[in-house]
């Protein structure tokens, strides 16, 4: 039961260098999140989406990318790596809500990967 | 817009104390709202949910948390802690599309 899958879980990269992280889960769920997680700041949203071909923009979106092309794949792209995007980042799942029936709303996230830009 | 507020950033506590952990969230109507832990090194895992009902929750391991509705508040509480409580806690409400967070609350435990 494999759940959030994030790969790679650490990489280093040098500024203006490029990186796409994937996260893969098998729940099933529509909806899928990219957040980064720095100290004293909580989680950010960075990116999300809630089916597949379709992204929206979150909280601090600026030089990131990302794509769904396949319901249980959502990838994050850095076209251009800069010291401020070294972060842990996170990705998350949740099922979306059914008219007229259950909604828990969890999410359930991936272990997380530990990028650092030198 | 929708925020959460996390009032201690940190907090130290020994072994057997008791734990309350602020949150308030910014406007009304119908909310849900979450309690997360992260331990250390890992991500993050449910505590607990509040969808509607009973505004007392239990969640895992002996936490629970009450929604107060006239205070926005929904705080964290666990009567007696263990040094395995060591974590982050964040608290987390629902709005459109998103989970709306809390800056986290860093609690230590001494054993």
């Known amino acids: 039961n494999a759940g959030v899958t994030q790969t790679p879980k650490f990489r280093v990269l040098k500024t203006g260098q490029s990186m796409t992280l994937l996260c893969a889960q098998d729940m099933n769920h529509e909806y899928m999140y990219w957040y980064r997680q720095d100290p004293g700041m909580g989680l950010r949203l960075i990116h999300y989406?809630?089916?597949?071909?379709?992204?929206a923009k979150g909280e601090v979106p600026d030089g990131y990318n990302v794509s769904r092309l396949k319901k249980q794949n959502f990838l994050l792209g850095l076209e251009s790596a800069a010291p401020s995007q070294t972060s842990v980042y996170f990705c998350?799942?949740?099922?979306?809500?059914?008219?007229?029936?259950?909604?828990?709303?969890?999410?359930?996230f991936g272990e997380g990967s530990r990028l650092t830009v030198l | 817009a929708q925020s959460v507020s996390q009032h201690n950033h940190h907090v130290i506590l020994s072994e057997a104390a008791s734990l309350e952990l602020g949150c308030n969230y910014s406007y009304g109507g119908t909310v849900n709202l979450f309690w997360y832990v992260q331990y250390p090194g890992q991500h993050l895992q449910l505590l607990l949910k509040?969808?509607?009902?009973d505004p007392l929750v239990k969640g895992i391991k002996g936490f629970e948390a009450e929604f107060i509705k006239s205070k926005f508040s929904f705080n964290l509480r666990k009567p007696s802690v263990q040094w395995s409580d060591t974590a982050e806690y964040f608290c987390a409400v629902n709005s459109n599309y998103q989970l709306i967070w809390g800056a986290g609350t860093k609690l230590i435990i001494k054993p």
């Open positions: 989406s809630v089916g597949e071909g379709t992204t």
């Open positions: 509040y969808f509607s009902g």
């Open positions: 998350a799942s949740r099922t979306r809500a059914l008219a007229g029936g259950p909604y828990t709303g969890e999410l359930f």
